[in-house]
């Protein structure tokens, strides 16, 4: 069994990141220390998820919380940062319902204001969390939505000046950016024919192996939580787990 919490940054133990950082070593390439350390900095606070018989880490999630000016309004962005959870643990709900209910607890300080899931995605699995949950997302298969690609734009001009490709709508941090390693969150034809949107995010970042990412967003206010994201909130929390090697999404590897 599984525990997620939510903590603030400057609150984890040397312990604690230590841990994390084996953790994403074990899954992606390219992930020095201090790469690491510097992305960590830079959010506000991370879910930790830990086996409650031991309390061990097992897998952990960062998270970012920013406001943005966007004609002529503020919105709020809670960026998804590194993501992963060791295999073994795999379809466990726990760093799903934890997530979720962080959405909703922001949305609620903010009712009447705009909030959006802010991710980018160098694996498929966080990109199918965010098309099966998340009715109002970009980039969505069959759909284009210029409003939330101009938010897209915006805050990866803010986070991560310079390093947006407009006509491709990727980022790329390079030819030593982390990336999955090859036997973590792989593509085949099978995969491919059964969810037509991991071919759609494929083909949107061809160059997902290398450590390119796709920008996402998600309305995530309390209006698109009232709308369509109860489904989403309800499996999260009260739907029991797939047992461990089951088939899931973010809560294992982004």
């Known amino acids: 069994m599984l525990s997620t919490h939510y903590q603030k ?3 984890l133990s040397v312990f604690d990141i230590m841990r994390m950082h084996a953790i994403f070593s074990a899954n992606y390439a390219n992930g020095p220390m201090d790469t690491f350390m510097s992305d960590l900095s830079r959010k ?3 879910f930790l998820v830990r086996k409650k018989s031991t309390d061990e880490i097992v897998g952990f999630s960062t998270l970012g919380i920013h406001e943005f000016q966007h004609q002529g309004r503020t919105v709020r ?21 934890a997530f979720a209910l962080k959405l909703f607890t922001e949305a609620l300080k903010r009712p009447f204001s705009r909030q959006y899931w802010l ?8 990109y199918l969390l965010l098309s099966k949950n998340f009715p109002e997302h970009y980039p ?27 006509e491709l ?10 990336c999955l390693k090859q036997d973590v969150a792989g593509i085949d ?18 160059n997902w192996q290398r450590g390119t990412e796709l920008p996402c967003i998600g309305r995530a206010d309390l209006g698109m939580f009232l709308w369509a994201i109860w489904p989403f909130l309800w499996k999260a ?9 089951a088939r899931a999404g973010v809560n294992q590897v982004v």
């Open 9 to 11: 940054v400057r609150s």
């Open 169 to 178: 709508m990727t980022l790329d941090f390079g030819d030593n950016a982390n």
């Open 119 to 126: 991710l980018i995605s160098k694996g498929y699995k966080t």
């Open 44 to 46: 506000d606070g991370v």
């Open 77 to 97: 962005g809670l960026f998804s940062g590194d993501t992963i959870i060791e295999k073994a643990y795999w379809g466990s709900r726990s760093l799903q319902t």
């Open 189 to 206: 034809d099978a995969l491919r024919a059964r969810e037509p949107d991991v071919a759609f995010f494929e083909q949107l970042n061809p």
């Open 140 to 166: 969505k298969r069959g759909q284009d939505n210029p409003r939330l690609k101009a938010l897209v734009i915006n805050y990866c001009d803010a986070l991560f000046p310079g390093k947006l490709d407009r």
């Open 237 to 245: 929390v009260f739907k029991p787990a797939k047992k461990a090697g």
